[in-house]
């Protein structure tokens, strides 16, 4: 299996830390993408991913999964390890749905207002711009931040006792947000308390 990605970015981040909860970083081969290149926008890059986006994954088959949560869910199933999407129907929709809760509500909109509202990865790569959406999507992802909290008040990880494919998404949003300097509200402190237990993760150490 092939990973192609951009380390650092905070979707490739996503997969990454599935592949070291499971234990399978050294199984895979990473390949890297020139985004700032504009590689993701070829046409050859297209073919493979008409999402063009970061990252995607080349199977034994040579098929190609892009979509993050799409490949969280292959690895989860392909390799040994912790369950990352749960293990019960009510187990899978809970996770499922608090990813996509965090997936929406923070990457999505944090990434909305880095490529916005913020020079973002520069004029070259950075077209039809829109500065007032991208302040309206700040406000969701604090917003969100603060739905997180309140949920993680009663919960030790956003779908219950286990950590999961939404605690990476989050967490994930979490550092996205910090690199385009949207401070997390310093009273969230159940938010602020899970973010240190997941940092603390062999996983997400790096």
């Given amino acids: ?27 895979v081969e990473f390949v890297p993408v020139d985004v700032m290149g504009g590689e993701h926008r070829t046409e050859a890059y297209r073919a493979r991913n008409p ?11 040579g ?7 799409a490949i969280t869910e292959y690895i989860d199933g392909a390799f040994e390890g912790p369950e990352l999407i749960g293990n019960s129907p009510t187990e899978r929709a809970r996770v499922h749905m608090m990813n996509l809760r965090a997936e929406a509500g923070l990457v999505d909109a944090v990434g909305a207002y880095f490529h916005h509202a913020t020079p973002g990865l520069g004029p070259d790569l950075e077209i ?14 604090l917003n969100t931040m603060r739905y997180l909290d309140e949920v993680l008040a009663s919960n030790t990880y956003l779908a219950g006792d286990a950590f999961s494919m939404a605690d990476i998404t989050a967490f994930a949003g979490l550092a996205f947000a910090d690199f385009a300097e949207i401070e997390i509200p310093a009273e969230l402190t159940h938010l602020a308390a899970w973010r240190q ?10």
Wanted: glycine share 4%.
């Fill in 1 to 27: 299996m092939k990973v192609f990605d951009i380390e650092g970015f905070p979707n490739p981040a996503r997969v990454r830390i599935a592949l070291a909860e499971k234990g399978a970083m050294d199984q």
């Fill in 51 to 61: 999402d063009a986006t970061v990252p995607y994954v080349e199977l034994e088959d």
């Fill in 63 to 69: 098929s190609c999964l892009s979509q993050c949560t």
């Fill in 128 to 141: 039809d711009q829109n500065a007032e959406w991208g302040l309206k999507r700040k406000e969701v992802a």
């Fill in 197 to 206: 237990r997941v940092a603390a993760r062999p996983s997400c150490a790096n």
